[in-house]
C-alpha cells in the first residue's frame, strides 16, 4: 500500500511507527508498503538540525522548549511501551514522574491532592516533558528519508478511487492508497472532507476558539523546590479570574537510573508553568506585546497566596499566547481513503491534558487495525493486491471510526467542564467550585479517570473486532 501521513507532530509520528510494527507485507513479488509522511513546516527540519548538530547539549532550553510542557498519563505511556520499549524508556527519563496533582486555591487554601495511576503493583504514574522532547524522543525512531519537507496544499478523494495529494510548490500530484490526516487543528484532509456542497473552499467543521487563553513556559526547578514543591507533585491552583499550573519537566541524571515512571526521583534542572484567563475574543497571538503580557500575568496572580506563583510571575518573560482552540465533533474521522488522526480528528481542551496520550491511542489503533484486516485479506487473496488493500483500508478506517469517537465525545464532556471552571466567577461560583475540587480527595480514583487511564488499546480492537464477527 502506498500510505500518505501529512504532518510529521507527534500523531504522524507515531502512527508511521505504529504502522512500521504491525502492518504485514504482502506475500512476495507484491510491492511492499511505502509509507511517506509530508511535513510542511521548515521549524520541525531546523529544529531537527539543532538537536542533531554537535553541540545539540548545549542547545538553551528555549530551543527545545517551543509550546511548553504536557502531561502524558498511564494510558499515553501504555501506548509508547508497546510501540517500542527503549522510545519508552527515552521519553520516561526525558521527563518527570508525577504521582500527585496537588489541588489548592488562590486564597492560599490546600484542597485535594489526587493521583492519576494505574491501580496495578508498581502503578503506571504520568509523566510531565516539554512538548519538543517528547517530539525530539519519537523523532529519533523515524528515518530521514520517511519524511519529505513539502506543503500539502489539497488533497482530493472520491468513493472508488484512488486519493490525490497536491503540493503547494507545483511539484507534480501523486496517487495513494491512504492519506492520513495527522496535520493538526487545522488540517487540510478534515477541510477536505468536510466541506458545504458545492463550495471546495469552505470547511464545514472549523476549529473552535473556547475563550481560553495560556501563557506559559519553562523555569528552574529551584523555583519550585526552594518553595517546597515535592518531587513527583504537580501543583494544579484555580482562583476566580483564572488558573495556574507548574510542575517540574526533568529528571535528575541520578534518578534516570530509578524504576520510571514506577518510583518518584529528583527533578532535573527545568520545571514548566502555565497560566489559562478568559478572553472572549481570540488574540493575536502572532504579535504579543510581552510587556504587555508580562503586566497582565502579575495583576491576574500577584494576590494569589501561593509563593510558587509569585516566584515566577516575577521572574519569567512571556513570548507566546496559547489560545485553547478545539475540533468540534465530527460525524466521521474516514472518508474515501482519507482517514484523521490526532489533533486533525480531536484536538482536546488543554483541561482535558489528554491531547498528545488521545493522538497516540488513535495512531495505536488505527495500525492494529489495518494490520487486522490486511492479514486476513492476504490469507484469501480474491482480488486483486491493490483492490484488495483498498478493502482492508475501507474496512479499519470505519472501525477506527466507530471506536474512536464515542471514547474522545467523553473526554471532551469533561474537559469541558474542567475549562469553565477556568473562567470568572462570582463569590459563590468561585466557593462552589473550591468545594467540588476539595470534595475529588474523597473519591481515590473516579470512574472516568479509570475509564482514561486504565484503556487498553490492543484489549479494546480485540473486544471491537470480536463483536464485528459475532454480527
Ligand atoms: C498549550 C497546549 C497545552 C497542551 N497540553 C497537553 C497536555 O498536557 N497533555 C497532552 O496530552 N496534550 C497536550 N496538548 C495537546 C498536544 O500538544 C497535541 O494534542 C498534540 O501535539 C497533537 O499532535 P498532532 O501531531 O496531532 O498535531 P500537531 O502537533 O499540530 O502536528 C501537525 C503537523 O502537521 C503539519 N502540517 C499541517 N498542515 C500541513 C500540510 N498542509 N502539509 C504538510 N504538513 C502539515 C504541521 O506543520 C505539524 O507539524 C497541549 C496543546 C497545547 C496547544
Given at each position: 500500500?502506498?500510505?500518505?501521513?501529512?504532518?510529521?507532530?507527534?500523531?504522524?509520528?507515531?502512527?508511521?511507527?505504529?504502522?512500521?510494527?504491525?502492518?504485514?507485507?504482502?506475500?512476495?513479488?507484491?510491492?511492499p508498503?511505502?509509507?511517506?509522511?509530508?511535513?510542511?513546516?521548515?521549524?520541525?527540519?531546523?529544529?531537527?538540525?539543532?538537536?542533531?548538530?554537535?553541540?545539540?547539549?548545549?542547545?538553551?532550553?528555549?530551543?527545545?522548549?517551543?509550546g511548553?510542557?504536557?502531561g502524558?498519563?498511564?494510558?499515553?505511556?501504555?501506548?509508547?511501551?508497546?510501540?517500542?520499549?527503549?522510545?519508552?524508556?527515552?521519553?520516561?527519563?526525558?521527563?518527570?514522574?508525577?504521582?500527585?496533582?496537588?489541588?489548592?486555591?488562590?486564597?492560599?487554601?490546600?484542597?485535594?491532592?489526587?493521583g492519576?495511576?494505574?491501580?496495578?503493583?508498581?502503578?503506571?504514574?504520568s509523566?510531565?516533558?516539554?512538548?519538543?522532547?517528547?517530539?525530539?524522543?519519537m523523532?529519533?525512531?523515524?528515518?530521514?528519508?520517511?519524511?519529505?519537507?513539502?506543503?500539502?496544499?489539497?488533497?482530493?478523494?472520491?468513493?472508488?478511487?484512488?486519493?490525490?495529494?497536491?503540493?503547494?510548490?507545483?511539484?507534480?500530484?501523486?496517487?495513494?492508497?491512504?492519506?492520513?490526516?495527522?496535520?493538526?487543528?487545522r488540517?487540510?484532509?478534515?477541510?477536505?472532507?468536510?466541506?458545504?456542497?458545492?463550495?471546495?473552499?469552505?470547511?464545514?467543521?472549523?476549529?473552535?476558539?473556547?475563550?481560553?487563553?495560556?501563557?506559559?513556559?519553562?523555569?528552574?526547578?529551584?523555583?519550585?523546590?526552594?518553595?517546597?514543591?515535592?518531587?513527583?507533585?504537580?501543583?494544579?491552583?484555580?482562583g476566580?479570574n483564572?488558573?495556574f499550573?507548574?510542575?517540574?519537566?526533568?529528571t535528575?541524571?541520578?534518578?534516570?537510573?530509578?524504576?520510571?515512571?514506577?518510583?518518584t526521583?529528583?527533578?532535573?534542572?527545568?520545571?514548566?508553568?502555565?497560566?489559562?484567563?478568559?478572553?472572549?475574543?481570540?488574540?493575536?497571538?502572532?504579535?504579543?506585546?510581552?510587556?504587555?503580557?508580562?503586566r497582565?500575568?502579575?495583576?491576574?496572580?500577584?494576590?494569589?497566596?501561593?509563593?510558587?506563583?509569585?516566584?515566577?510571575?516575577?521572574?519569567v518573560?512571556?513570548?507566546s499566547?496559547?489560545?485553547?482552540?478545539?475540533?468540534?465533533?465530527?460525524?466521521?474521522?474516514?472518508?474515501?481513503?482519507?482517514?484523521?488522526?490526532?489533533?486533525?480528528?480531536?484536538?482536546?481542551?488543554?483541561?482535558?491534558?489528554?491531547?498528545?496520550?488521545?493522538?497516540?491511542?488513535?495512531?495505536?489503533?488505527?495500525a492494529?487495525?489495518?494490520?487486522?484486516?490486511?492479514?486476513?485479506?492476504?490469507?484469501?487473496?480474491?482480488?486483486?493486491?491493490?483492490?484488495?488493500?483498498?478493502?482492508?483500508?475501507?474496512?479499519?478506517?470505519?472501525?477506527?471510526?466507530?471506536?474512536?469517537?464515542?471514547?474522545?465525545?467523553?473526554?471532551?464532556?469533561?474537559?469541558?467542564?474542567?475549562?469553565?471552571?477556568k473562567?470568572?466567577?462570582?463569590?459563590v461560583?468561585e466557593?462552589?467550585?473550591?468545594?467540588?475540587?476539595?470534595?475529588?480527595?474523597?473519591?481515590?480514583v473516579?470512574?472516568?479517570?479509570?475509564?482514561l487511564t486504565?484503556?487498553?488499546?490492543?484489549?479494546?480492537?480485540?473486544?471491537?473486532?470480536?463483536?464485528?464477527?459475532?454480527?
Open positions: 500500500m502506498k500510505i500518505v501521513i501529512i504532518g510529521a507532530g507527534i500523531s504522524g509520528i507515531s502512527t508511521y511507527l505504529f504502522l512500521k510494527k504491525h502492518l504485514p507485507n504482502p506475500a512476495s513479488p507484491a510491492e508498503h511505502q509509507l511517506i509522511i509530508y511535513e510542511g513546516h521548515e521549524a520541525n527540519k531546523e529544529l531537527k538540525r539543532q538537536l542533531y548538530s554537535k553541540d545539540a547539549t548545549e542547545q538553551t532550553t528555549n530551543t527545545i522548549a517551543i511548553g510542557g504536557l502524558l498519563g498511564p494510558n499515553g505511556l501504555k501506548c509508547l511501551e508497546r510501540l517500542d520499549e527503549a522510545l519508552f524508556h527515552d521519553v520516561v527519563r526525558s521527563g518527570h514522574t508525577i504521582t500527585q496533582w496537588r489541588m489548592s486555591c488562590a486564597r492560599g487554601w490546600e484542597l485535594a491532592s489526587i492519576i495511576q494505574t491501580e496495578e503493583d508498581p502503578p503506571t504514574n509523566v510531565m516533558i516539554g512538548r519538543q522532547a517528547l517530539w525530539h524522543c523523532r529519533q525512531y523515524v528515518p530521514d528519508i520517511a519524511i519529505v519537507h513539502k506543503k500539502i496544499s489539497k488533497v482530493v478523494a472520491a468513493a472508488g478511487q484512488r486519493p490525490m495529494v497536491s503540493f503547494d510548490d507545483g511539484a507534480a500530484d501523486i496517487e495513494c492508497d491512504m492519506v492520513l490526516g495527522c496535520d493538526g487543528l488540517s487540510i484532509v478534515r477541510k477536505s472532507m468536510f466541506h458545504n456542497e458545492g463550495d471546495e473552499s469552505s470547511e464545514k467543521y472549523p476549529p473552535h476558539y473556547e475563550g481560553l487563553v495560556g501563557v506559559g513556559g519553562f523555569i528552574p526547578s529551584s523555583y519550585l523546590r526552594d518553595n517546597g514543591v515535592k518531587n513527583g507533585e504537580k501543583g494544579i491552583v484555580f476566580a483564572g488558573f499550573g507548574y510542575g517540574y519537566n526533568t535528575s541524571p541520578e534518578g534516570q537510573s530509578r524504576n520510571l515512571p514506577h518510583e526521583c529528583d527533578p532535573g534542572d527545568e520545571a514548566n508553568w502555565w497560566s489559562t484567563y478568559y478572553l472572549d475574543e481570540c488574540p493575536d497571538w502572532r504579535s504579543i506585546d510581552s510587556e504587555d503580557a508580562k497582565q500575568l502579575i495583576a491576574r496572580h500577584s494576590s494569589w497566596k501561593n509563593p510558587v506563583i509569585q516566584k515566577i510571575i516575577k521572574n518573560k512571556i513570548d499566547l496559547y489560545p485553547t482552540w478545539t475540533t468540534p465533533g465530527l460525524p466521521t474521522w474516514e472518508r474515501a481513503g482519507l482517514v484523521l488522526i490526532g489533533d486533525a480528528a480531536d484536538a482536546l481542551h488543554p483541561s482535558s491534558g489528554q491531547g498528545a496520550n488521545q493522538a497516540l491511542e488513535d495512531s495505536e489503533c488505527f492494529l487495525l489495518l494490520a487486522h484486516h490486511l492479514k486476513a485479506t492476504y490469507l484469501k487473496p480474491e482480488r486483486s493486491q491493490q483492490e484488495t488493500e483498498r478493502l482492508a483500508g475501507e474496512q479499519a478506517a470505519k472501525n477506527y471510526s466507530n471506536m474512536r469517537i464515542p471514547r474522545i465525545e467523553k473526554i471532551h464532556q469533561r474537559s469541558a467542564a474542567l475549562g469553565d471552571f473562567k470568572p466567577k462570582n463569590l461560583q466557593m462552589l467550585m473550591y468545594l467540588f475540587i476539595w470534595s475529588m480527595k474523597f473519591f481515590r473516579d470512574t472516568h479517570t479509570r475509564e486504565n484503556y487498553d488499546v490492543p484489549s479494546e480492537v480485540g473486544k471491537m473486532l470480536a463483536a464485528s464477527r459475532g454480527k
